[in-house]
């Protein structure tokens, strides 16, 4: 499995853009990069993913590096209710069937301020 | 109008008990998963299914069977519960990218 390093906490102030920082160096050609969110109390959330090329969707921006060793998600206008544990994955390739083993690590405890 | 439910949300049980979690998915997914979240907060694969076949099985006790009666469901059981099985069960399904959990289930052995 690629690993991947996630800094334990940032805080951000609400309206701002918070920047989630994840290396992955030992990603290979075909993995893709998963960001998920677990809000306390709850399920996982899907964010958004991405293989080499920046994206985007309604949630977040997913840019990652031209060598795809490290990638940042980012909330433009983080809210309080962005305040939340996430998770960047790097799941293996095992078949054609997808992310179906999602290894959740620490991930980064972002605290959205008022 | 809820995409993956489980059921019951809390559980309370003795040790040596056998007990039941539910799931369904409305979502016309493949994959279903079952994933463990421990009092450390990691959250841990534990089996995956494909229409109704077992695709991964995370060396857990066989005291957790899985079973899929259907696509749509993908349900856990627990025989003789132990203390360390304490935990929140999440339930998962997917198809490709975006894999949607449940609210999950709160199993507390006492």
């Known amino acids: 499995d690629a690993k991947t390093t996630q800094p334990p906490s940032m805080d951000c102030a609400e309206g701002r853009a918070a920047n989630l920082p994840c290396n992955h160096s030992?990603?290979?050609?075909?993995?893709?990069v998963y960001w998920y969110r677990q809000i306390h109390s709850q399920g996982p959330q899907y964010i958004i993913h991405?293989?080499?090329n920046n994206e985007t969707n309604e949630m977040a921006s997913l840019i990652i590096t031209e060598d795809r060793k490290s990638s940042t998600l980012i909330l433009p206008h983080a809210t309080l209710r962005d305040t939340a544990v996430y998770y960047c994955?790097?799941?293996?390739?095992?078949?054609?069937?997808?992310?179906?083993?999602?290894?959740f690590g620490t991930g980064t405890r972002l605290t959205i301020i008022p | 109008d809820t995409a993956v439910s489980q059921t019951p949300k809390y559980l309370v049980t003795q040790m040596g008990n056998d007990k039941s979690i539910k799931c369904e998915q409305n979502?016309?997914?493949?994959?279903m998963y079952w994933y463990k979240q421990d009092s450390k907060k990691f959250l841990k694969i534990m089996f995956s299914?494909?229409?109704?076949?077992?695709?991964i099985n995370e060396t857990v006790p066989n005291r957790f069977s899985p079973k899929s009666p259907d696509k749509a469901h993908l349900n856990l059981h627990i025989n003789s519960l132990e203390l360390g099985d304490s935990a929140v069960y999440f339930c998962?399904?997917?198809?490709?990218?975006?894999?949607?959990f449940g609210q999950g289930t709160r199993l507390t052995v006492v």
């Open positions: 991405g293989l080499k």
């Open positions: 979502l016309g997914h493949d994959t």
């Open positions: 998962a399904s997917s198809q490709l990218a975006e894999a949607f």
């Open positions: 994955i790097v799941p293996p390739l095992i078949s054609n069937f997808g992310n179906e083993k999602l290894t």
């Open positions: 299914y494909n229409n109704k076949e077992l695709i």
């Open positions: 030992t990603i290979s050609g075909n993995e893709y």
